[in-house]
Nanobody, 124 residues
Framework: QVQLVESGGGLVQAGGSLRLSCAAS????????MGWFRQAPGKEREFVAA????????YYADSVKGRFTISRDNAKNTVALQMNNLKPEDTAVYYC?????????????????WGKGTLVTVSS
């Protein structure tokens, strides 16, 4: 059974940092891209960042470039999202995702596996 389990969410003041982690299990993800989406209250889910597992190539939404860093740990089968200089508008539920058909963009042809999400709240 494939599982993506997020951790690391919480409450932080604006300007602070959080590190999210996604533990992947149940299959080999070497041919996948892994990444994060987020959904704020009353808004649609949006792309945040992605990393191609094999090559390590990374992609970011414009709104988080320079503040967030995505990385992977092959040995632990985890993907992390380091979030610095957090802003109130970063408040959302953050979802880990895995996409095998990412050639046209992460999530463009659908997401194969989703985590259940972790809440990040940034206070002003």
């Amino acid at each position: 059974q494939v599982q993506l389990v997020e951790s690391g969410g919480g409450l932080v003041q604006a300007g602070g940092s959080l590190r999210l982690s996604c533990a992947a299990s149940g299959r080999t993800f070497s041919s996948y891209a892994m990444g994060w989406f987020r959904q704020a209250p009353g808004k649609e889910r949006e792309f945040v960042a992605a990393i191609v597992w094999s090559a390590g190539s990374t992609y970011y939404a414009d709104s988080v470039k320079g503040r967030f860093t995505i990385s992977r740990d092959n040995a632990k089968n985890t993907v992390a999202l380091q979030m610095n200089n957090l802003k109130p508008e970063d408040t959302a539920v953050y979802y880990c995702a895995a996409d095998r058909d990412y050639g046209l963009g992460f999530g463009r042809n659908g997401i194969d596996y989703w985590g259940k999400g972790t809440l990040v709240t940034v206070s002003s």
